[in-house]
């Protein structure tokens, strides 16, 4: 059983950057492809990034924009998120996978409980 515990979010203005974290426990981190969700207020959970072995992909707003990195010493995954708007706003979760199945999050296994990020105008 994986544990996955995310942290970084905040209040940033428009035009800031924030590095969210997500500390997994209890696998083996380097078999998992990991990715962040978001989700807005009255909207459907959607897809951001995701990183699995070697191979990143990224939602189309967000590309450009935020980075998806990993350490496979620490058991952590990053998002690093530049140029903010406040369109990004919302409850982020990092996710774990057996498979490489980027964008669907029915493919992953392991989700963390979220990190609230507000992005001011």
């Known amino acids: 059983q994986v544990q996955l515990v995310e942290s970084g979010g905040g209040l940033v203005q428009a035009g800031g950057s924030l590095r969210l974290s997500c500390a997994a426990s209890?696998?083996?981190?380097?078999?998992?492809?990991m990715g962040w969700f978001r989700q807005a207020p009255g909207k459907e959970r959607e897809f951001v990034a995701a990183?699995?072995?070697?191979?990143?992909y990224y939602a189309a707003p967000v590309k450009g924009r935020f980075t998806i990195s990993r350490d496979n010493v620490k058991n952590t995954v990053y998002l690093q998120m530049n140029s903010l708007k406040p369109e990004d706003t919302a409850v982020y979760y990092c996710?774990?996978?057996?498979?490489?199945?980027?964008?669907?999050?029915?493919?992953?296994?392991?989700w963390g409980q979220g990190t609230q990020v507000t992005v001011s105008s």
């Open positions: 996710a774990a996978s057996t498979y490489y199945s980027p964008s669907d999050p029915s493919q992953y296994n392991y």
């Open positions: 990183m699995g072995w070697g191979v990143t």
């Open positions: 209890g696998g083996t981190f380097s078999n998992y492809a």
